[in-house]
C-alpha cells in the first residue's frame, strides 16, 4: 500500500483548520475522517497486482543498433478492473541515453478478467545478451488517492548481434570472385589452381598458359584458363587479449576485428571454402566449427555476440597449440591481432615457425587512423611532438609488420573502416595467385 500525491495534498488541505481552530489532534481527525474514509474505499476498489498474468513475447535478437520490441501480456484476473502504471526495467545499455525514462513506463488499463498488450523497444548500445530484470506495477483505485504495488520477475533475453557494417562492401567483392571464379575469363596461374576452359589468346596473356594442341586444332591460339580451387579450409582465430580491449574511433579493436571476420566469412562461403573460428586469449572463448556454407555466418555473428576483450596477456604458445588442433591439415590461418612490437617480438614470432612449416599465415590487424593523423599535424610545438610520436609509433609498426613477412607471413594493416575491405583483398589475392 501506498500514499500517493494526491492523497498528500488533501491531508495537508485538510489539516489546514486546525491550526485556526486550535482543536489538538481531535480536531484533525475530525477533520480528516472523509478523506480516511475515501482512502479506504480507494484502496479497497484498486485491482490486486501480486496475482497479475504476465507473459511476454516478442524479439530475440537484434543487430547493434537496431531496434528490438518486447510485448508484455497483462491479465486481470480478479473482479476489479486495473488502472496502473508499468515499469520494465532492462539494463541500462539497453537504451539509448536519456531515452529509458519514457520507453520503459507505460500506463495500462485492464477491464476484470480481461488483458491487454504493452510494448517497450529497446535500443541497445552494447553487443551480448540483455536480460530482463524486473517489472513493478503500481494499480490505482478509481480516485487515485492510495495505490497497491508489486515486483514480478518474467524472465527475457535479447542477443545483440554484431551490426556487420562491412556488409556493404560484399557485393563488390563478389564480383571480383566471380572474376577469378571463371564465370568471366581471365587468366590466373599458380600452384593449387583448376583448369577451367579454353579460350583465344589475346595480346597480354602468359604464352606458357598456350595449349599447343588445341591451337593445333584450330586457326586461333588457344590459351588454358583457369579458376581457383574450392574447398579450401580457412581458420579465423581472433585474439581477445588485452591488446583487442583497446579503443579505436570510441569502439574496441575487438569490433572491427568482428566485422572484418563477417566479411571474409561471406566471401569464403560464396567461394566455396570451408571457415572455422577460433576465439583466443589464455582458453578458448568461442569456437565455431564444421558448418555448412548456409549456416557459417549466422553461427559466426551468434558466437561473436557474447565476446568481450579479456584484461589478459594473451598466451602466444597455447593459441598456436591450440590453431593446431583446430587445423590438422594445411589451411588459410588468418590471425586478427595486435602489430605492437612487444606482444609480436615476445610472444607471436617465437611460435611463429610452427604455424607457417604447415600453414599459410595472414595476420590482421586494426590501425589506429588518430596517428596517422598526428603525424600530420603540425602548427605549434605541441603539434610538433605529437607529430613525433606519431612518426615513432608507425615506424616501430612498419619494422613489425617486415619481421612478420620476411617469415613469410601476409600484413594486413587498416584503419577500422578499411580493414574489412583490405582483408577481404588480401584473400581474393591469394586466390588469384593460385596460393590458396
Not at 510494448?119 to 545478451?129: F, V
Not at 564444421?290 to 565476446?307: E, I, K, Y
Not at 568481450?308 to 588459410?332: H, I, K, Q, W
Request: charged content about 25%; overall charge positive; proline content about 7%.
Amino acid at each position: 500500500m501506498a500514499l500517493t500525491g494526491r492523497t498528500a495534498l488533501l491531508a495537508a488541505l485538510g489539516s489546514l483548520p486546525v491550526g485556526i481552530w486550535d482543536a489538538g489532534w481531535t480536531g484533525i481527525l475530525a477533520v480528516n475522517a472523509p478523506l480516511a474514509v475515501a482512502c479506504a474505499c480507494d484502496f479497497a476498489l484498486a485491482a490486486p497486482v501480486r496475482r497479475l498474468g504476465l507473459t511476454r513475447s516478442g524479439d530475440t535478437t537484434a543487430r547493434l543498433g537496431d531496434p528490438a520490441d518486447i510485448t508484455l501480456t497483462v491479465t486481470n484476473p480478479s473482479r476489479r478492473p486495473l488502472r496502473a502504471q508499468l515499469r520494465d526495467a532492462w539494463p541500462p545499455s539497453s537504451w539509448q541515453p536519456g531515452t529509458e525514462t519514457d520507453a520503459s513506463r507505460h500506463r495500462v488499463t485492464v477491464p476484470p478478467g480481461e488483458r491487454r498488450r504493452v510494448t517497450t523497444r529497446l535500443r541497445p548500445t552494447r553487443r551480448g545478451d540483455h536480460r530482463s530484470d524486473r517489472i513493478t506495477i503500481r494499480s490505482y483505485g478509481p480516485l487515485g488517492l492510495f495505490s497497491r504495488q508489486a515486483a514480478h520477475k518474467v524472465p527475457w533475453t535479447v542477443r545483440v548481434l554484431p551490426p556487420f557494417t562491412s556488409r556493404k562492401h560484399l557485393p563488390s567483392k563478389l564480383a571480383r570472385l566471380r572474376e577469378l571464379d571463371g564465370r568471366t575469363s581471365v587468366l590466373t596461374r599458380g600452384e593449387g589452381t583448376e583448369f577451367d576452359s579454353l579460350r583465344e589468346y589475346v595480346p597480354g596473356d602468359d604464352t606458357r598458359s598456350i595449349d599447343w594442341r588445341a591451337t593445333a586444332r584450330n586457326s586461333t591460339v588457344a590459351v588454358r584458363t583457369w579458376r581457383p580451387e574450392r574447398d579450401r579450409h580457412i581458420l579465423l582465430v581472433l585474439d581477445t587479449g588485452r591488446t583487442s580491449a583497446g579503443r579505436v574511433d570510441d569502439a574496441p579493436r575487438l569490433d572491427a576485428s568482428m566485422d572484418a571476420a563477417l566479411l571474409l566469412a561471406a566471401l569464403a562461403s560464396r567461394a566455396g571454402d570451408r571457415l572455422d573460428l577460433l576465439a583466443y586469449d589464455r582458453r578458448v572463448r568461442a569456437r565455431v566449427q564444421g558448418r555448412t556454407a548456409r549456416d557459417v555466418l549466422p553461427s559466426l555473428v551468434n558466437a561473436m555476440a557474447t565476446l568481450e576483450p579479456e584484461l589478459v596477456e594473451t598466451d602466444a604458445r597455447s593459441l598456436t597449440a591450440a590453431a593446431l588442433r583446430a587445423a590438422p591439415r594445411r589451411s588459410l590461418l588468418v590471425l586478427m591481432t595486435t602489430l605492437d612490437a612487444a606482444p609480436v617480438e615476445e610472444g607471436l614470432l617465437p611460435v611463429l615457425p610452427q604455424l607457417t612449416r604447415r600453414h599459410m599465415v595472414l595476420v590482421a590487424s586494426v590501425a589506429d587512423p588518430r596517428i596517422a593523423r598526428m603525424a600530420a599535424s603540425r602548427g605549434d610545438v605541441d603539434a610538433v611532438y605529437e607529430a613525433a610520436a606519431a612518426a615513432h609509433a608507425q615506424s616501430e609498426r612498419h619494422r613489425t609488420a617486415e619481421q612478420l613477412r620476411r617469415h613469410g607471413v601476409t600484413v594486413v594493416d587498416a584503419t577500422p573502416d578499411d580493414l574489412a575491405p583490405a582483408l577481404a583483398d588480401a584473400y581474393l589475392a591469394l586466390k588469384a595467385a593460385g596460393r590458396l
